[in-house]
């Protein structure tokens, strides 16, 4: 498990930040100058803090106390930069060479030609960087990190540069990362979709200090830690897939309660993340009849929390998770809603994006753990 | 070629590419190493040493050969150490070498530092995350690069040392097969009565080896633009 203490200042602004990096995806979550990209480059060696401690079991990047600053080159990790930051004077084969080319002879290694089909990169080995699209650079760059041997793959906002289509084409390949290789990933975000679909663990961020840590659902789930605001609130559930239907629709299932969502290409059994976003859910103190949406979900408001404008966010526990909703405090104030009320939680099922839909990945609940969703 | 210039002519024209050779090969490691410094370090002394570097640009020429001879002379400071071991530059090639790679040092060092400064730091951070050591970053990310750059200062360093007249004469005077490279001969011709011919033949000379200098810079600059923009 990486353990990170970092204190640093810059002139207006102090980063005093300690959370603790599991195995998996652990997503760095908050708004530009939360000090994200801050913490990455000191644990890559690029920015060296005041103070500090950043070590991995017995493997010590960074211990001021003890007077021990690895150098970057010595670390072992593999950056994904937003940019890319391809040689652009080397071709696709030899920007993928060069950090294996530097590492230990006898370090654990990826075969080239699996990262090669993991990312369908084959056919671009030839070429230079500057013949390629902002997607297929991105796809480089996750391999030329992956091949040099990281003991620690750090990614700062990787698909901040795509448009969404591209960010839509990446992100699997994340996910696939996640999932197929066994190196503890480091991931910076400002998005709540990308954190929903990736995250085991979610360290959130505010002006330089942590304000909440913990596995994804739990912290995405606490109304509290919402980087962006309202807007972005939204909580994530695993749920199986059950059966494709033939009007178009999926059914899916979590902890117990079928969740019916536009169509999706896993087969039935898989685990999927889906991300319900707080403005999509009603609330209704009975269970509603004759409504158009499908997926109703019974439970018990846990908190409720008032917004800075007309709002407010409403944390339901229901039997297939902590669910947001992002209703009027007036509506709140009408319907007597307070932590104990039992209400229903409604969704369209129209309403879940495709981009909110993830494959399962390992660890994020407790609720049905089968292994990847291509599995 | 040999026949159309005379023995004297030939001679001024061999020392002139041997001198400039040797001035060019041996001050572009030092030009690089100095280049990168400038672009990339900072250190105490860097304005200072930045000047010295640009010193003999804009100081007159005489007094960059006075100096040279003052320091480098065999009862100067340093030559008097180095004619010890054998190595003497007073009234030798290798006195015109030198004089010839002070005067283009500088103009090695500014087109090699601008091309270093135009290498993105971001690349070279890429590369020591990749786990690149310092020196490797630079062989590997900052030299091929900045290619163009150091293509185009060696290039010009060298045509600036095929012209040095003013250094040269004052520190190894204008001794025939030993200092007497093509601007001094062009200068001794034009001294003796008919000595145009000769001199013009030399100006040929000069004409086409900095027209073949400059195509040349060109040419490979073109061709590492290509390698490193892509496609």
Same mark, same amino acid.
């Given at each position: 498990?990486?353990?990170?203490?970092?204190?640093?200042?810059?002139?207006?602004?102090?980063?005093?930040?300690?959370?603790?990096?599991?195995?998996?995806?652990?997503?760095?979550?908050?708004?530009?100058?939360?000090?994200?990209?801050?913490?990455?480059?000191?644990?890559?060696?690029?920015?060296?803090?005041?103070?500090?401690?950043?070590?991995?079991?017995?493997?010590? &990047?960074?211990?001021?106390?003890?007077?021990?600053?690895?150098?970057?080159?010595?670390?072992?990790?593999?950056?994904?930069?937003?940019?890319?930051?391809?040689?652009?004077?080397?071709?696709?084969?030899?920007?993928?060479?060069?950090?294996?080319?530097?590492?230990?002879?006898?370090?654990?290694?990826?075969?080239?030609?699996?990262?090669?089909? &993991?990312?369908?990169?084959?056919?671009?080995?030839?070429?230079?960087?500057?013949?390629?699209?902002?997607?297929?650079?991105?796809?480089?760059?996750?391999?030329?990190?992956?091949?040099?041997?990281?003991?620690?793959?750090?990614?700062?906002?990787?698909?901040?540069? &795509?448009?969404?289509?591209?960010?839509?084409?990446?992100?699997?390949?994340?996910?696939?990362?996640?999932?197929?290789?066994?190196?503890?990933?480091?991931?910076?975000?400002?998005?709540?979709?990308?954190?929903?679909?990736?995250?085991?663990?979610?360290?959130?961020?505010?002006?330089?200090?942590?304000?909440?840590?913990?596995?994804?659902?739990?912290?995405?789930?606490?109304?509290?830690?919402?980087?962006?605001?309202?807007?972005?609130?939204?909580?994530?559930?695993?749920?199986?897939?059950?059966?494709?239907?033939?009007?178009?629709?999926?059914?899916?299932?979590?902890?117990?309660?079928?969740?019916?969502?536009?169509?999706?290409?896993?087969?039935?059994?898989?685990?999927?993340?889906?991300?319900?976003?707080?403005?999509?859910?009603?609330?209704?103190?009975?269970?509603?009849?004759?409504?158009?949406?499908?997926?109703?979900?019974?439970?018990?408001?846990?908190?409720?929390?008032?917004?800075?404008?007309?709002?407010?966010?409403?944390?339901?526990?229901?039997?297939?998770?902590?669910?947001?909703?992002?209703?009027?405090?007036?509506?709140?104030?009408?319907?007597?809603?307070?932590?104990?009320?039992?209400?229903?939680?409604?969704?369209?099922?129209?309403?879940?994006?495709?981009?909110?839909?993830?494959?399962?990945?390992?660890?994020?609940?407790?609720?049905?753990?089968?292994?990847?969703?291509?599995? | 070629?040999?026949?159309?210039?005379?023995?004297?002519?030939?001679?001024?024209?061999?020392?002139?590419?041997?001198?400039?050779?040797?001035?060019?090969?041996?001050?572009?490691?030092?030009?690089?190493?100095?280049?990168?410094?400038?672009?990339?370090?900072?250190?105490?002394?860097?304005?200072?040493?930045?000047?010295?570097?640009?010193?003999?640009?804009?100081?007159?020429?005489?007094?960059?050969?006075?100096?040279?001879?003052?320091?480098?002379?065999?009862?100067?400071?340093?030559?008097?150490?180095?004619?010890?071991?054998?190595?003497?530059?007073?009234?030798?090639?290798?006195?015109?070498?030198?004089?010839?790679?002070?005067?283009?040092?500088?103009?090695?060092?500014?087109?090699?530092?601008?091309?270093?400064?135009?290498?993105?730091?971001?690349?070279?951070?890429?590369?020591?995350?990749?786990?690149?050591?310092?020196?490797?970053?630079?062989?590997?990310?900052?030299?091929?690069?900045?290619?163009?750059?150091?293509?185009?200062?060696? !290039?010009?360093?060298?045509?600036?040392?095929?012209?040095?007249?003013?250094?040269?004469?004052?520190?190894?005077?204008?001794?025939?097969?030993?200092?007497?490279?093509?601007?001094?001969?062009?200068?001794?011709?034009?001294?003796?009565?008919?000595?145009?011919?000769?001199?013009?033949?030399?100006? !040929?000379?000069?004409?086409?080896?900095?027209?073949?200098?400059?195509?040349?810079?060109?040419? !490979?600059?073109?061709?590492?633009?290509?390698?490193?923009?892509?496609?």
């Amino acid at each position: 498990m990486l353990e990170v203490a970092v204190r640093h200042s810059f002139e207006g602004f102090t980063l005093d930040a300690a959370f603790r990096a599991p195995p998996g995806v652990t997503v760095l979550f908050g708004r530009s100058g939360s000090g994200k990209t801050t913490i990455v480059n000191a644990v890559a060696g690029l920015l060296m803090p005041d103070a500090g401690r950043i070590a991995s079991g017995d493997w010590t &990047l960074l211990d001021t106390d003890a007077g021990i600053r690895l150098k970057p080159h010595r670390r072992r990790l593999g950056y994904i930069f937003q940019e890319g930051r391809l040689f652009p004077h080397l071709t696709v084969r030899q920007n993928l060479g060069y950090g294996a080319w530097f590492a230990p002879r006898d370090a654990p290694r990826e075969e080239i030609g699996h990262v090669v089909d &993991l990312l369908g990169i084959g056919h671009l080995l030839d070429r230079r960087p500057g013949a390629l699209s902002g997607g297929e650079k991105s796809r480089v760059a996750i391999g030329r990190a992956l091949l040099s041997a990281p003991r620690l793959i750090l990614a700062d906002e990787p698909l901040a540069a &795509l448009d969404e289509a591209r960010k839509a084409e990446i992100l699997p390949y994340f996910e696939r990362l996640r999932d197929e290789v066994s190196i503890p990933i480091l991931y910076v975000s400002h998005s709540a979709s990308e954190v929903a679909r990736l995250a085991t663990t979610v360290v959130a961020l505010d002006a330089g200090r942590v304000v909440s840590q913990g596995p994804a659902a739990e912290v995405l789930g606490d109304p509290a830690v919402l980087p962006a605001g309202a807007r972005e609130a939204g909580a994530v559930l695993t749920a199986r897939v059950v059966r494709h239907h033939e009007d178009g629709l999926s059914e899916l299932e979590a902890g117990g309660i079928p969740l019916f969502l536009p169509h999706v290409v896993q087969v039935p059994g898989s685990t999927l993340r889906v991300r319900i976003a707080a403005h999509d859910v009603l609330l209704s103190r009975s269970r509603p009849e004759g409504l158009s949406a499908l997926n109703i979900l019974p439970g018990t408001v846990a908190e409720v929390r008032p917004g800075e404008g007309p709002g407010a966010i409403v944390a339901l526990e229901t039997a297939a998770g902590r669910v947001l909703a992002r209703i009027t405090r007036r509506s709140a104030a009408a319907l007597g809603i307070a932590p104990g009320v039992e209400v229903h939680a409604v969704v369209k099922t129209v309403s879940v994006a495709p981009s909110d839909i993830g494959v399962g990945g390992r660890a994020i609940s407790s609720l049905g753990r089968h292994s990847g969703g291509d599995a | 070629m040999t026949d159309w210039l005379g023995p004297e002519e030939w001679r001024a024209v061999a020392l002139s590419l041997q001198v400039s050779f040797w001035a060019t090969v041996i001050s572009l490691p030092l030009g690089i190493l100095t280049a990168y410094a400038l672009a990339r370090w900072t250190f105490p002394g860097k304005q200072l040493l930045n000047g010295l570097v640009h010193l003999p640009l804009i100081l007159p020429p005489v007094v960059t050969g006075y100096l040279l001879l003052l320091t480098f002379g065999t009862r100067g400071p340093v030559g008097g150490i180095l004619a010890d071991w054998g190595i003497v530059f007073a009234f030798r090639w290798t006195g015109a070498a030198l004089a010839a790679g002070v005067m283009a040092f500088p103009l090695m060092v500014r087109a090699i530092r601008l091309s270093i400064e135009a290498v993105d730091p971001k690349l070279e951070q890429a590369s020591a995350t990749l786990g690149a050591s310092p020196a490797w970053v630079f062989l590997t990310v900052t030299m091929p690069m900045a290619l163009p750059g150091i293509v185009a200062g060696t !290039i010009l360093a060298f045509a600036k040392a095929m012209g040095e007249f003013g250094a040269t004469i004052t520190f190894v005077s204008n001794i025939p097969g030993q200092t007497r490279t093509i601007p001094s001969a062009i200068y001794a011709f034009l001294q003796v009565p008919g000595g145009e011919g000769s001199a013009m033949k030399l100006v !040929i000379v000069s004409v086409v080896v900095a027209m073949g200098a400059l195509l040349l810079s060109e040419l !490979i600059g073109r061709r590492v633009a290509a390698r490193v923009g892509g496609a």
